[in-house]
C-alpha cells in the first residue's frame, strides 16, 4: 500500500503530513478494507490558525509543528467509485460509509489522527435551528447544508452545486460574539503574485468600514 496521499482540491499534495500518511497506512496494513477508501475532507491543525497552517501544508520544508495535523473527514467513498468518477450512493449513504471507514481505521490503528465532521438530518426548517446551535456552541462562522439524496460532485466547484447551500446566522443583528462577518470592500489596487504564482494575482488592496473601523 505504497501510494496513500493527501491532495488539495486542486490536485497538488499536500506536504508535512508524512505521519497522516504513516498512520493510514498502518491501518491499511492492519485491515485491507482501509486500503480501498477515498477520503474526502480537509487537513486540519489543533493549534495553528487556518492561514498558517495552510502555508505549513504547501512548504516543503519539513517543520516540527506539522505533528499537529490531522485529518477531519466530511465524506468517503470506495476509491474504486471515485476513480471511476461514478458513484450510486447518495449524500446519507455515504455518510455510513464514512462513518464505517472511520471505524475501520480506528480500530485497525488507534493512534491514527483522523476524525469526522458532525451532522444533523432533518428538514430544512429543523437543520437551521441545529445549524445555529452549532455554530453559536463551537463559536464558528456557519454551515453547509446538502441534500441528504445528492450524488457526489467531482467538480473542485462543488461548493457552487445547486445541492449546496451555506448558511451564516446574522450574528450583528442577534448582538452575538462572532469574529467573521461580510463587509463589501473598494477594491484599489492589486500586485502580482511572486515565485510559482508569478503572473498571477498575489494580492488585493481594498479599503472600507469594518464595525465602524475604517480599513
Not at 3 to 22: C, E, K, M, Q
Not at 31 to 56: I, Q, S
Not at 117 to 128: D, H, K, L, M
Not at 149 to 175: I, Q
Request: hydrophobic fraction near 40%; glycine fraction near 6%; include cysteine.
Amino acid at each position: 500500500f505504497p501510494y496513500t496521499t493527501l491532495f488539495r482540491s486542486t490536485g497538488l499534495p499536500h506536504w508535512n503530513v508524512d505521519h497522516l500518511i504513516a498512520e493510514l497506512e498502518i491501518a491499511a496494513a492492519a485491515d485491507p478494507r482501509c486500503a480501498n477508501l477515498m477520503l474526502d475532507g480537509e487537513v486540519m491543525h489543533d493549534t495553528l490558525p487556518f492561514d498558517k497552517a495552510g502555508g505549513l501544508l504547501r512548504n516543503h520544508k519539513v517543520d516540527p509543528r506539522a505533528s499537529g495535523f490531522y485529518l477531519h473527514l466530511w465524506d468517503a467513498m470506495p476509491i474504486a467509485d471515485f476513480d471511476a468518477r461514478k458513484c450510486g450512493l447518495t449524500l446519507l449513504e455515504r455518510k455510513v460509509f464514512m462513518e464505517d471507514a472511520v471505524a475501520m481505521i480506528t480500530a485497525a490503528n488507534p493512534s491514527c489522527h483522523v476524525s469526522k465532521n458532525p451532522y444533523f438530518y432533518g428538514q430544512i426548517s429543523e437543520a437551521t435551528e441545529y445549524a445555529k446551535k452549532f455554530v453559536l456552541e463551537l463559536e464558528e462562522e456557519g454551515v453547509v447544508m446538502k441534500k441528504a439524496d445528492a450524488l457526489y460532485s467531482h467538480s473542485v466547484n462543488a461548493s457552487k452545486a445547486p445541492t449546496w447551500l451555506k448558511w451564516k446566522p446574522k450574528f450583528l443583528e442577534e448582538g452575538l460574539v462572532q469574529n467573521m462577518y461580510d463587509a463589501d470592500m473598494k477594491i484599489t489596487g492589486a500586485i502580482e503574485g511572486k515565485g510559482k504564482n508569478k503572473g498571477m494575482l498575489g494580492a488585493m488592496f481594498i479599503e472600507g468600514y469594518l464595525r465602524s473601523e475604517e480599513r
